[in-house]
């Protein structure tokens, strides 16, 4: 039972009122492992070359619940949570850079024009539609044959007509239509409510033609592009959003829905101190904006910050307990090697989910889960959950694809994955593919690689020319199937600017593979040093460990990746077994 306050009504119980319940799940060799939150991500548990917020939850519903074309009067800011909203651990009622800031008539005669140019960049992507995206994909795809004679803009360049001429969403096809991807919601539910986040968007460009002064549609506008780019993998929507972000910003200055906007556009371009800037100046305008509250937790985690990301996901859980914190908090404690904590409150916000979008997501935050503790059956029974409510949700494909890989299902793996890369060519399921067709071996296989680690290039340069900071992508992917020269300067420059634990991990495997091993064996150390699960973590630091003549240790961690998550990387974990063999050997 709640507690009750004076009147008789219930009081909610908080998720941080009583000490965390411990898991009897401590991590294999102690406090070993760890990684940033999160898309979005986020929070993030990347996969292999994801960047760190992918999969990163998103906000739910807009703090002021608008519709899908906001009123231009939409300026208050959100009350606090009724008293009967329900924290995370309340087991009893838990169901099963700014432009210009210019005013006046200049300001709104900008503003059409930009609406103008958006919906004709809307109709141009329409009608090159989802079959000219998977050609064009696969145009590039054959010139990444040709990639190792070629310069890297040329591959950029197709690339950037495969993202960008039909933005339209993942490719299957319902009565005729394109359906595109629903994640958790990032904008105003009436944006997502009809599952087609490009006709809302179209329908929102509609609406400020007629009334260009509303600051809170082009907020939502701007959101709408930013959730656009993450689902799509289409970078080139981010100048969009900060357009659109601006124009809310110069009509009503400090408004918080554009503050918070541009707080997760931040994020999503991975400047993280600045999101955190943001987002704290968005809370002061509205201490109660989900958004900011979540975007605020995302940015201390990635800025490896995780006892103040602990202090904030307390906060957002006390102003806002819902679905987008809830999996902040699950991540929280994930980190720290809690996985019961974690997946019994992801459990609870799966059975608190209703629509699409948040059940796809909180499923396959479940799957990811299991999927890292090596239990790939109920991961696939998480993903499958997660395809039943949105069958193009990319998170789940991709996660299906590596759990079927894992566990044998090689040819369903290569199958699934190659349809997401004909359409999303990003950097996780890229190397993904190009590590299975290594794995595989057949002939042709190779070069079949060689084309997908190509392609990761080609995304990274399209990805910086919008504003993306893309080190932690690029040390990851070159460190293994690119110039181990360009993974160290990645790796090291990511690391001037957050401490995270993956930013650790990265950066203690560029130096491996540079031949710095006993550089890389601190931050290998570090990386696994907060008691997060991760295969992939102690598998770098046992062959960092073997190489620098810590043989015992090398054995404890490679033997314990394999035990925790024996299929972690289709080459890693091969590397790992024979890494081990020939340690046991040596005895």
Not at 204 to 228: C, I, M, N, S
Not at 308 to 330: I, K, N, S, W
Request: glycine residues 8%.
């Amino acid at each position: 039972m709640s507690p009750r306050t004076n009147d008789g009504e219930p009081e909610p119980t908080r998720a941080f009122d009583r000490p965390a319940p411990t898991t009897g799940e401590a991590a294999t060799d102690g406090p070993d492992a760890g990684t940033p939150v999160t898309d979005p991500g986020h929070p993030v548990r990347p996969a292999r070359a994801t960047g760190p917020d992918a999969g990163k939850a998103s906000t739910g519903a807009t703090d002021q619940d608008a519709p899908t074309a906001p009123k231009p009067d939409a300026t208050a800011p959100a009350p606090a949570p009724d008293t009967d909203t329900t924290s995370v651990a309340d087991t009893d009622t838990l169901p099963a850079s700014v432009p210009d800031t210019e005013t006046g008539t200049d300001a709104v005669a900008e503003s059409r024009d930009a609406v103008e140019d958006d919906h004709e960049r809307g109709k141009a992507g329409g009608a090159a539609g989802g079959d000219d995206r998977v050609a064009a994909v696969r145009r590039a795809g054959a010139a990444g044959r040709r990639w190792r004679a070629a310069q890297l803009s040329a591959c950029a360049a197709m690339l950037a007509v495969a993202l960008t001429a039909g933005a339209v969403a993942l490719g299957a096809v319902r009565d005729g239509r394109n359906v595109p991807v629903a994640t958790a919601a990032a904008v105003a539910p009436g944006l997502l409510a009809s599952g087609d986040l490009d006709a809302s968007i179209t329908a929102l460009q509609a609406h400020l033609r007629a009334q260009p002064k509303d600051f809170g549609g082009w907020a939502t506008l701007g959101l709408a592009y930013v959730e656009q780019a993450r689902t799509k993998g289409d970078p080139s929507r981010y100048p969009q959003a900060e357009q659109a972000l601006g124009r809310s910003l110069a009509l009503r200055p400090d408004n918080d829905q554009a503050l918070a906007g541009r707080a997760a556009l931040a994020a999503a371009r991975h400047d993280f101190a600045h999101a955190l800037d943001l987002a704290d100046r968005a809370l002061e305008q509205n201490p109660y904006s989900e958004r900011a509250l979540c975007s605020r937790v995302d940015a201390l985690v990635e800025l490896g910050r995780y006892a103040d990301a602990e202090a904030a996901v307390r906060t957002a859980d006390e102003r806002r307990p819902g679905v987008p914190v809830f999996t902040r908090y699950a991540y929280v404690h994930e980190l720290r090697g809690d996985v019961a904590t974690a997946r019994r409150v992801l459990d609870r916000a799966l059975a608190a989910s209703t629509s699409p979008g948040d059940i796809a997501y909180v499923a396959s935050q479940l799957g990811q889960l299991a999927w890292n503790q090596g239990d790939y059956a109920s991961a696939l029974t998480h993903y499958a959950r997660a395809l039943a409510a949105d069958e193009n949700y990319l998170p789940a494909l991709e996660g299906r694809a590596r759990a079927q890989a894992a566990s044998g299902q090689r040819a369903e793996a290569i199958k699934g994955l190659e349809l997401i890369v004909a359409r999303y060519p990003l950097p996780g399921p890229l190397v993904e593919l190009g590590e299975l067709y290594e794995a595989r071996g057949a002939e042709g296989d190779r070069a079949k690689a060689e084309d997908q680690y190509s392609l990761v290039d080609a995304w990274t340069a399209i990805a910086r020319a919008n504003g993306v900071n893309a080190d932690l992508d690029t040390a990851l992917a070159a460190a293994d199937h690119g110039g181990r020269a360009t993974a160290l300067r990645a790796a090291r420059d990511d690391w001037s600017r957050r401490h995270t634990v993956h930013t650790a991990d990265a950066l203690a495997w560029a130096l491996h593979v540079n031949g710095k091993d006993a550089e890389a064996l601190p931050y290998a150390r570090q990386a696994t040093a907060t008691g997060y699960r991760n295969a992939s973590f102690l598998y770098h630091r046992g062959m960092i460990e073997k190489a620098t003549g810590h043989a015992a240790d090398a054995r404890t961690h490679l033997a314990a990746a394999l035990k925790l998550n024996p299929g972690f990387s289709p080459l890693g974990a091969r590397e790992a077994r024979t890494a081990l063999e020939t340690l046991e050997a040596s005895k």
